[in-house]
Every structure is written in structure tokens, then in C-alpha cells.
């Protein structure tokens, strides 16, 4: 972590994973929320129960088994940023593009591809967060982090029933301005 090593106070500390948090609880607001919604999204365009199974349970293993590829370059290229904006980017494409879907096969490439921005983005930004929390507590960095990240992961579910419930269509609940409150979060913390 070379690049990571300069010294940092711990109010520089304690304002990156509060931001981090908050980037964590948008994003997992925006994702979470299209992952609720993709048996009966696919299903619209007429995907079986076997393929909606596939879809889930091969993106899933993409987005575990690409973390030990993308935590191996984040260790030895040192970079962090890089890796973890690329990620979140890929997630900021995938997930509002699913609102454009016009067919299965693309839905799935989309869903697919969110949980790929996922693991390539997890390992380099646990290690900065491990940085981080090595001023201030890692234990305490971690439950804040994760505390924000859960939180966002139990709201974007409930905001896409609601849009469900007024708008009724898929295509209408795609969380789309989340996204740029992610946008902003990133790029204050990369000031940080």
C-alpha cells in the first residue's frame, strides 16, 4: 500500500469512511433495489424461472470468484482508487441501463455485469477502508461502513416496492438519481 502509506489525521480518517459509508448505502440503495425486482423484471420479457435461477446464481459466483482476481491487482499495482472507481462505474452504467432493456438476454448481460462492478470494486475499497480504520479503529470503521451499507440494502428495496406500487412498471423504477448523489459522494471522497 505504498501510495496509501502517507500519514493521515484522523479526522481525514473518520470523513473518508463516513463518505465511503454514505457512497455504500446510495449504491447498495441503487443495487439492491434492482436485484429485488429481477425474477419478475426478467419475467416480463419472458425468462424462465431456470434461466432467472442462472442469471442470479452465475452472476453471483462472477461476483465472488472476480474479487480474488481484483483483489490481487489491488495489491499489486496500488491502485486502490482506480480499481474501486472502475467498479462503481461499471455499476453506474449497468443498473440504470436496465431501464432500457429491451429483451432478456440484455437484462441479463446487465445484471450480470453490476454484480462484476461489485467484485471488482469490493477488495480495493475494504483495503483503503482498512487504512482508514487503522487511524481511528478498524473495528469501529467497519461497523460504520458496514451499518450504512446494510441500511441502503434494506431502503432501495423498499423504494422500488413503493414506485412499484404508484408507477407499476419496471422500467419506471429504476432508481436513476441515486446514482448521481454517487457520482457526488466520489468525488468528494477522492478529495479527501
Known sequence: MTRQKRDISKSSALKFILLMGLTSLFADMTYEAARSITGPFLATFGASAALVGFVAGFGEFL???????SGYLADKTQRYWMITIIGYFINLLAVPALA?????QIASLLIILERAGKAIRTPARDAMLSHAGSHIGMGWAFGVHEAL???G?????????????YKGGYQKSAPLLVHFLNIIFMRKIIRC
Open 149 to 151: 451499507d446494510q441500511l
Open 63 to 69: 461476483g465472488y470468484s472476480l474479487r480474488l482476481v
Open 100 to 104: 432500457l432493456a429491451g429483451n432478456w
Open 153 to 165: 440494502a434494506l431502503v432501495g428495496p423498499l423504494i422500488i416496492s413503493v414506485v412499484l406500487y
